[in-house]
């Protein structure tokens, strides 16, 4: 199955794309320190990150069903490539403040909403039906690698070097995207009429994934599993450094265990396509959802670096292979008209669900400990394996089979129309 030169066109610029974000999202924290050494103001840039996709994410899904999605990437990196470039001359210009930094995470927030959601809905315009795991799992790898490996550590040696050189990296990256991006020929609309409002187009994508038994259930896990994880690791950083801590790791010990996670993910990304053939597509569901588990809960029975790193690692394989199979199946099951709103939807679920789980857990861990964090989101955890009654082999296959009868319904009524007329 080969994935023909657009996509690896879209492979490139989203790449790109990617490792802009990975160095701007370390620089931003590191050049605010400059204004403020209130933990409180710094870790809130984080919360300013994630705000838009609170608020934004069903507006995005929606307009990426209106409007052309290839256009909306370019127009969503044009905005945070110009963004970008203003802050980086206020700062040069000492004009900068950590509010104006505030403002910048934001804005640049939006615009990720859009390009993310539009990134997401486009793929299935790009390649066949059948190769949608493939092209997704190439696609992760690449923002995993661009995104967790290489822009965090490139990000930090580029403020060393000067706040212009950290701001103006990712600009010249986002610049080159968009030039790679506009390689990529031809239109990505999705057939939806524009007669509605914006308010009555998100009710209707959230309309189908309310009917939809599948895809709500897996809305649903979806959710439980970012509440446990952002849980566990909002307290984890507690029980790993510093010397009163259980583990009494140092600052860089803590970053390299982390990168066991990110190392898993990637790994991940390629044998999502084997497990699904091999294995099907409901027993890889439910074996990600127990090497899940082991990220979340081994914490809660040792205090050894390398069975927790192994937890990590084994972890992030089991989140890309999920995303891999999961993503891929909403691709192929939702209308193109609609996938733009679902992909939102989904969005919107996974992160709304963070803020949560990270109340919770500093919660427990103030109340009981922290160990009842880790036990009690395990337990969570465990119990998305409920979920498994719904998602099975036969209602993917049915949910498929059913979408591709409907989409070649629709493709013959628009050829009998251009007879007609």
């Known amino acids: 199955m080969k994935l023909g030169s657009r996509y690896w066109r879209l492979w490139t610029s989203a790449g790109l794309s990617n490792l802009a974000d990975g160095v701007m999202k370390v620089a931003l924290p590191l050049v605010a320190v400059r204004y403020t050494h209130s933990p409180v103001l710094i870790a809130g840039l984080g919360f300013a990150f994630t705000l838009p996709w609170l608020l934004f994410a069903l507006v995005a899904g929606a307009l990426a069903d209106r409007w052309d999605r290839r256009r909306l990437m370019l127009i969503a990196n044009t905005a945070r490539a110009v963004l ?123 309309r189908y994934l309310r009917r939809s038994t599948l895809l709500r259930t897996l809305a649903v896990m979806v959710g439980g599993f970012n509440f446990a994880s952002s849980a566990v690791f909002t307290v984890f950083v507690l029980y790993a450094v510093g010397p009163d801590s259980a583990m009494k790791l140092t600052d860089p010990g803590y970053g390299l265990l982390l990168t066991a996670s990110a190392a898993g993910s990637v790994l991940g990304t390629f044998l999502a396509e084997p497990a699904e053939r091999l294995l099907g597509r409901a027993r890889s569901l439910a074996l990600t959802i127990v090497g899940s588990l082991l990220t979340v809960a081994v914490p809660g ?28 199946l909403r691709q192929r099951v939702t209308p193109h008209r609609l996938l ?55 209602r993917m296959d049915e949910a498929e089979a059913a979408a591709a009868e409907a989409e070649a319904r629709e493709s013959d009524g628009a050829e009998a129309t251009i007879a007609e007329r």
């Open 84 to 206: 970008l470039a203003l802050l980086t001359v206020a700062t040069v210009c000492a004009a900068g403040s950590i509010w104006l930094l505030y403002a910048a995470a934001i804005c640049i927030g939006v615009a990720e909403t859009i390009y993310d959601t539009s990134s997401q809905s486009i793929l299935p315009q790009l390649v066949e039906r059948r190769a949608l795991s493939r092209a997704n799992g190439r696609l992760y790898a690449a923002d995993l690698t661009a995104n967790q490996f290489v822009g965090p550590p490139l990000g930090g040696l580029l403020v060393a070097v000067g706040v212009a050189a950290a701001f103006g990296a990712p600009v010249l990256l986002w610049i080159v995207a968009i030039v790679v991006l506009l390689l990529v020929p031809g239109r990505f609309v999705s057939g939806h009429a524009r007669s509605t409002t914006i308010r009555a187009d998100i009710a209707e994508g959230l």
């Open 301 to 328: 029975f040792t205090r050894s670096a390398v069975v927790i790193g192994i937890g990590f690692f084994v972890g992030g394989i089991t989140v890309s292979v999920w995303n891999v199979i999961t993503v891929s």
């Open 340 to 394: 733009g709103r679902l992909n939102s939807a989904y969005r919107l679920l996974a992160w709304g669900s963070m803020p949560l789980g990270a109340a919770a857990g500093g919660a427990i861990a103030q109340i009981w400990g922290l160990s009842w964090v880790f036990l009690s989101m395990g337990a969570l955890m465990l119990l998305q394996l409920v979920g498994m009654i719904w998602v099975t082999d036969r």
